[in-house]
């Protein structure tokens, strides 16, 4: 079989992955990535907590496990090749009490099933002996949790794309993808180029991108923004690594933690609300489009109506520095409101079902020539690599067929 020609739309750090995966497995016989801003890694790579997870807490033999555990190998191996910054501080995750201990104690268990390696409950002692400022009556400790800059392994990833001949399109939005009986019409700025294979990547956009490409608009993306504090520099000695609370089941993302940047900065934050639009970075910017199609969709009224403590719980800390800072003070009591300054936010791509309930796993959804990252949140830029890796693998299964 002759090799297809290729397309990817989007050059977030997994776009860009799988584009590179696409030339260095040899599966396309040439590869176009478009990406719709002036440069590559502009929303979801760029705006994150720089965390290559370990594994923790995902369900053992999904998705999320498998590609994360694989991620973090092929991402240590990049970093190390591109000289991109790369700092193995560990994670400690805090338990208060008892009922999250017992909590902790599964995700051990998880932790365990996944293969992430050196993990362990400590005790007080230990806790003060690695995070001295931090308090909790036992905690998980994660040695192999690290942190790098996504926005460096993205432009690590893309050098290595284009070293291969690969083309690099920026400044081209893609409005449609038809599936012809030949191939797959690319439309990017009222011109049309045909591939025989596309791979949408389009993150905060994705669900948009399929709909109009034939694949139903379900799931539904629902932007939930994450805003981040930063510690004055006079108290960043308050964290050594990463000191995560233990994620309460009732509620959807991990809770306020408290994260060493690779540049040395401190971030506390993100909480977790409702985005005045797919790309609303700042605080009262809003998007009527964005926000009708929220509205307008069931799934969220659904998920809003179950998740009112929740809201309740992040609103808060939305309107309220004070609050902000208290949910991290529960884990580092020096901390104070004159501690912190503002930091930037980041926004979700969060898939949400007709019913309301948010997608866990990763979602790969397609036909025979172009298939969709319709799921793809945290822990996805750890996994970007190996989630190219699968993408690759499900695209020459289904033009076998
Ligand atoms: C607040 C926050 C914290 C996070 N923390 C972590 C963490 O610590 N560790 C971790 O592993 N993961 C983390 N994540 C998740 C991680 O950032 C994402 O999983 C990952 O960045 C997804 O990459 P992506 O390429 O799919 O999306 P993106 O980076 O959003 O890229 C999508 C790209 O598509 C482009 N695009 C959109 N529409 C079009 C179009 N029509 N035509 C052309 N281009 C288009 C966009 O401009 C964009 O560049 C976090 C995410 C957030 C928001």
Same mark, same amino acid.
């Given at each position: 079989?002759?090799?297809?020609?290729?397309?990817?739309?989007?050059?977030?750090?997994?776009?860009?992955?799988?584009?590179?995966? %696409?030339?260095?497995?040899?599966?396309?016989?040439?590869?176009?990535?478009?990406?719709?801003?002036?440069?590559? &890694?502009?929303?979801?790579?760029?705006h994150n907590s720089g965390v290559v997870h370990a594994g923790l807490y995902y369900e053992p033999g999904g998705l999320k496990a498998t590609l994360c555990r694989r991620g973090v190998g092929l991402l240590r191996e990049l970093a190390a090749r591109h000289d991109v910054p790369f700092d193995v501080c560990g994670k400690v995750v805090v338990a208060r009490d008892a009922v999250e201990l017992e909590r902790l104690r599964v995700i051990l268990a998880r932790a365990v099933a996944n293969g992430v390696p050196g993990v362990r409950m400590i005790d007080r002692e230990e806790l003060g002996a %690695?995070?001295?400022?931090?308090?909790?009556?036992?905690?998980?400790? &994660?040695?192999?949790? +690290?942190?790098?800059?996504?926005?460096?392994?993205?432009?690590?990833?893309?050098?290595?794309?284009?070293?291969?001949?690969?083309? %690099?399109?920026?400044?081209?939005?893609?409005?449609?993808?038809?599936?012809?009986?030949?191939?797959?019409?690319?439309?990017?700025?009222?011109?049309?180029?045909?591939?025989?294979?596309?791979?949408?990547?389009?993150?905060?956009?994705?669900?948009?991108?399929?709909?109009? &490409?034939?694949?139903?608009?379900?799931?539904?993306?629902?932007?939930?923004?994450?805003?981040?504090?930063?510690?004055?520099?006079e108290r960043r000695h308050l964290v050594n690594g990463l000191i995560y609370p233990v994620p309460d089941p009732r509620y959807p993302f991990l809770g306020v933690h408290l994260t060493k940047r690779i540049d040395g900065e401190v971030m506390v934050g993100p909480n977790a609300f409702l985005a005045g639009g797919r790309e609303a970075y700042r605080g009262l910017q809003f998007s009527p489009r964005d926000l009708a199609d929220v509205a307008g969709f069931p799934g969220f009224w659904r998920f809003a109506a179950g998740n009112v403590p929740a809201a309740f719980r992040e609103g808060r800390t939305v309107l309220s520095k004070r609050a902000f800072v208290d949910a991290a003070r529960a884990y580092v009591?020096?901390?104070?409101?004159?501690?912190?300054?503002?930091?930037?936010?980041?926004?979700?791509?969060?898939?949400?079902?007709?019913?309301?309930?948010?997608?866990?796993?990763?979602?790969?959804?397609?036909?025979?020539?172009? %298939?969709?990252?319709?799921?793809?949140?945290?822990?996805?830029?750890?996994?970007?690599?190996?989630? +190219?890796?699968?993408?690759?693998?499900?695209a020459a299964e289904r033009m076998a067929v």
């Open positions: 079989m002759t090799k297809p020609t290729a397309a990817v739309v989007g050059g977030g750090i997994i776009g860009t992955a799988v584009a590179r995966e %696409l030339l260095h497995s040899g599966a396309a016989s040439a590869v176009t990535l478009f990406e719709k801003e002036a440069e590559l &890694s502009f929303h979801q790579t760029g %690695l995070e001295p400022h931090a308090t909790g009556i036992a905690a998980l400790h &994660s040695p192999t949790t +690290a942190i790098t800059d996504y926005r460096r392994v993205t432009l690590a990833l893309a050098e290595d794309f284009t070293a291969a001949g690969g083309t %690099l399109l920026l400044n081209h939005p893609v409005a449609e993808l038809v599936e012809t009986g030949a191939g797959v019409r690319v439309e990017s700025g009222g011109t049309a180029a045909h591939f025989g294979l596309v791979i949408n990547c389009t993150g905060l956009q994705s669900d948009r991108l399929a709909g109009r &490409s034939g694949d139903g608009r379900e799931p539904r993306i629902v932007p939930f923004f994450g805003a981040y504090m930063l510690l004055r520099p009591p020096e901390l104070g409101v004159a501690d912190v300054v503002p930091g930037r936010r980041g926004i979700r791509a969060q898939a949400m079902k007709a019913d309301g309930s948010l997608v866990d796993d990763f979602v790969i959804t397609g036909s025979r020539r172009i %298939l969709h990252v319709r799921n793809a949140p945290s822990p996805g830029a750890t996994s970007a690599m190996a989630i +190219a890796e699968h993408i690759v693998r499900q």
